[in-house]
């Protein structure tokens, strides 16, 4: 597998939770930053969040507080945790594969991308 695969999307109403997870296989994946990006209809790709190749984590400030990223390379497993969700959380959820052990929030530094999970909160 040379490509992240992202599951667990869905429907909720605001306040809702959901989990998304991607699967990202191979050592090469495990040493690099692993970050979520969400793309709404009519914007463009927007950095959420990301946790590097040494378990460091960081957030965009719109999701602070109620999102975790998580990594188990042992089980090949990238995790978001999406809490107190919002309408404006709305979008097509991407988990990317960074070119460095570091996390970087512009879609440039990253060079292996997921299809896509669709989240919708709406009331």
């Known amino acids: 597998q040379v490509q992240p695969v992202e599951s667990g999307g869905g429907s909720v109403q605001p306040g809702g939770s959901l989990s998304l997870s991607c699967a990202a296989s191979?050592?090469?994946?495990?040493?690099?930053?692993l970050g979520w990006f969400r793309q709404a209809s009519g914007k463009e790709r927007e950095w959420v969040a990301g946790?590097?190749?040494?378990?460091?984590?960081k957030y965009n400030e719109d999701v602070k507080g109620r999102f975790a990223i998580s990594r188990d390379n042992a089980k090949n497993l990238l995790t978001l945790q999406m809490n107190a969700l919002k309408p404006e959380d709305t979008g097509t959820y991407y988990c990317?594969?960074?070119?460095?052990?570091?996390?970087?929030?512009?879609?440039?530094?990253?060079?292996?991308w997921g299809q896509g999970t669709q989240v919708t909160v709406s009331s």
């Open positions: 990317a594969v960074g070119r460095s052990n570091n996390c970087y929030t512009d879609v440039g530094d990253y060079n292996r």
């Open positions: 191979g050592d090469i994946y495990r040493v690099y930053c």
């Open positions: 946790i590097s190749g040494y378990g460091i984590t």
